[in-house]
């Protein structure tokens, strides 16, 4: 528990949220199935360049994907502009990912399971790696994450507490891949010090 008011905390450029440091998470996909997938009103937010791997990886994964989401790739593309302005995944009804597949009754994301099976080597958006974090872009080179909230993932956050598991050591390597080993590093050792000084 944390016994005084942690503030925003400065890593390399990056500003860190303190729920990084202080919530608790482990996706359990035994059940939630990977909701997350399928809930929301927008995509996952991808860049330019990662709309690029996505298109090359279309071949690989397309037998994966529903006939719903091929038709929509068709007519609109991998991603479109939220209204927000933000480039996202392409969305079926509103809401499916078009790179959601089923493994029984288990949404799981087509490219990364093409990734995993050594089909591919674009693993899938970054943000979907990082979630439950995620991150804002300011401008001079400033990046500030945060903890996104959401009631559907109570399953991991009860997960992560039993097995005492903070949130930036459950996304150790979706950080390194974003951030760098360097960066993850400094994290630890800013991690360290306050639990050092009793704050987390």
């Not at 509103?94 to 995993?116: I, P």
Request: aromatic share 8%; hydrophobic share 40%; proline share 4%.
């Amino acid at each position: 528990m944390v016994k005084q008011q942690l503030h925003i905390l400065q890593v390399g450029n990056v500003l860190v949220s303190p729920d990084i440091f202080t919530e608790y998470f482990c996706c359990d996909l035994d059940v939630c199935r990977g909701i997350c997938c399928v809930e929301g009103d927008a995509g996952a937010p991808v860049e330019l360049d990662e709309i690029a791997e996505i298109e090359n990886c279309l071949d690989v994964v397309w037998g994966d994907l529903s006939a719903s989401a091929q038709s929509l790739i068709d007519r609109q593309g991998v991603a479109y502009a939220d209204r927000d302005g933000e480039l996202v995944t392409s969305i079926v009804n509103g809401k499916d990912c078009v790179f959601t597949c089923y493994s029984g009754a288990t949404c799981l994301c087509a490219l990364e399971r093409a990734c995993r099976q050594g089909k591919s080597r674009f693993m899938k958006p970054v943000s979907c790696s990082l979630y439950p974090i995620r991150e804002k872009k300011f401008p001079g080179g400033i990046s500030g994450i945060n903890y996104h909230k959401w009631q559907i993932c109570e399953s991991a956050r009860i997960k992560g507490r039993e097995l005492g598991l903070p949130l930036y050591k459950f996304l150790r390597e979706p950080l390194i891949r974003r951030f760098g080993a360097e960066w993850y590093q400094e994290l630890l050792e800013i991690a360290d010090e306050l639990r050092a000084q009793g704050l987390i």
